[in-house]
Nanobody
Framework: QVQLVESGGGLVQAGGSLRLSCAASGSIFSLNGMGWYRQAPGKQRDVVARFTNIGSNYYADSVKGRFTISRDNAKNTVYLHMNSLKPEDTAVYYC?????????WGQGTQVTVSS
């Protein structure tokens, strides 16, 4: 079993920054299986950033150059550093882990960017 707990969301003005954290516990084989998704009201859940096994990380076009995914292996924690935030970044952000048999999700953390 895997547990993912996000934190760090909040209300920020456009142009501001936030750092989201996802603490993972349980049967985590590798943090390479982790990533961040977001879901805005009335829209589907989309990938924001993910680690990959080929050395470079994946970023959605809408966040390239502004968001950075990072991790602390010793703490089993993944971060999403968000800079130059825009109102269209407003969403619930979810941490995701793809295990051998299934995917796991955190409870989500709300990010609201005011204009």
């Amino acid at each position: 079993q895997v547990q993912l707990v996000e934190s760090g969301g909040g209300l920020v003005q456009a142009g501001g920054s936030l750092r989201l954290s996802c603490a993972a516990s349980g049967s985590i084989f590798s943090l390479n299986g982790m990533g961040w998704y977001r879901q805005a009201p009335g829209k589907q859940r989309d990938v924001v950033a993910r680690f990959t096994n080929i050395g470079s990380n994946y970023y959605a076009d809408s966040v390239k150059g502004r968001f950075t995914i990072s991790r602390d292996n010793a703490k089993n924690t993944v971060y999403l550093h968000m800079n130059s935030l825009k109102p269209e970044d407003t969403a619930v952000y979810y941490c995701n882990y793809v295990g051998a048999a299934r995917a796991y999700w955190g409870q989500g953390t709300q990010v609201t960017v005011s204009s």
